[in-house]
C-alpha cells in the first residue's frame, strides 16, 4: 500500500464507499455492524477493516472511496 493512501476514513466517507447515507453509516457504527476507532471526539473507520468487511483487498476501498469523492464534487 503506498504512503498516499488513508489508513482511515471518516464515517461519511465509509458510507460513501457502503453508498449508503451519514445516518446509516452511524446506525451501522451504532449496530456494531461497522468497526470504528474514537480519537478523542472524532470517529474514524479503519480503511482495513472497511476491506475485510466487503472482502476485498484496502487498494478497492480506496479507489472506491475517491471515485465517490469525485462525483460528489461535481
Known sequence: ???DHPLTLTVEQAGQVLGVGRSTA????????L??????RRI???VAHLAESLG???DAVTVSW???ARRSSR
Open 35 to 40: 468497526k470504528c476507532i474514537r480519537l478523542r
Open 1 to 3: 500500500m503506498s504512503n
Open 66 to 68: 475517491a471515485a465517490a
Open 44 to 46: 474514524v473507520v479503519p
Open 56 to 58: 476485498v483487498d484496502r
Open 26 to 33: 452511524y446506525e451501522l457504527l451504532r449496530s456494531g455492524d
